[in-house]
């Protein structure tokens, strides 16, 4: 059954990057010293074929206890907090997420939908993913991808993990408006100051709750061979997107210099140096 089939997958995200066509952007290269646009979530999405269910984000940060988290229950976070120097999805906590985690929440969505707990995971050949999987829990097969087929097969790849960091910046944009408009207002600047791990946490979980289940299951089509009607595609959301981050950016942040060329390019430097290292402990 669809709802039973599943596939995750990781990604990394710059929590504070900006365009280099804004002026947050210029001035933090004009500062000396630790840049923070260079430090990286490494985040794990995942959901079902149909569409009806998304795994709670897995989210590994560099410091296990960040100030921004001081006196917040881990726990009670919308996303699954790790950590580790490296900010490094490893295939101890891969298996740790696996056991504890995915196993326990998809037997939860299979009992009030009324369907035995069978699940296939469909995972690619990355480093952190442990060959071991299928045999930690017989409810569970894991299958994995041919090695090198990612960018073409990983439904996650699909348009989903770029529109899912498109409403990541949108979220980033909105806050940002509200924080320095009205009563109280922050300049750009000191907004950015101020922006910090928890409010990035919360724009992750605000951005993969809006990444609709039509998307989720069109995002199969190339692994299945199986065409779907599904309208609009993650393509077209991701399109649409990035012109709402430019509308913001130019219209009510003053970000002049910024366009949807500058807004993908930004988007897409969240693949740099991420994901390329082995994973293997």
């Not at 196993?103 to 480093?127: E, G, H, M, S, W």
């Not at 009607?229 to 913001?248: K, N, Y």
């Amino acid at each position: 059954m669809d709802q039973q089939v599943l596939n995750a997958g990781e990604t990394g995200l710059f929590w504070k990057r900006m365009s280099t066509r804004t002026y947050l952007s210029m001035n933090e290269k004009s500062q000396t010293g630790h840049r923070v646009s260079e430090e990286r979530f490494t985040l794990l999405l995942g959901g079902n074929l149909k569409g009806d269910f998304k795994l709670k984000p897995m989210l590994v940060y560099q410091s296990r206890f960040p100030r921004a988290l001081k006196g917040c229950r881990q726990g009670s976070l919308p996303v699954i907090f790790r950590a580790n120097k490296k900010a490094w999805l490893t295939k101890a906590l891969f298996e740790e997420w696996f056991l504890n985690h995915f196993c326990p929440t998809v037997q939860k969505y299979c009992k009030p939908n009324n369907i035995a707990f069978k699940a296939l995971l469909v995972l690619d050949n990355a480093p952190s993913h442990p060959t071991n999987l299928g045999q930690l829990n017989e409810n569970v097969k894991v299958t994995f991808m041919p090695p090198n087929t990612t960018a073409l097969l990983q439904p996650m790849e699909q348009g989903i993990i770029a529109t899912f960091k498109a409403y990541c910046l949108r979220e980033t944009f909105a806050q940002a408006l509200a924080r320095t408009t009205g009563e109280g207002a922050l300049s750009s600047l000191e907004f950015w100051r101020k922006y910090n791990v928890k409010n990035a946490i919360e724009n992750v979980h605000h951005a993969w709750q809006e990444v609709p289940g039509s998307s989720m299951r069109s995002a199969w089509s190339s692994i299945l061979r199986r065409r779907t009607a599904e309208q609009p595609g993650s393509s077209a959301l991701f399109r649409a997107a990035v012109e709402q981050i430019a509308d913001l950016g130019t219209k009510k942040l003053g970000f002049s210099d910024l366009d949807a060329a500058n807004i993908e390019e930004l988007l897409a430097s969240h693949g740099e140096n991420c994901l390329t290292t082995t994973c293997s402990t």
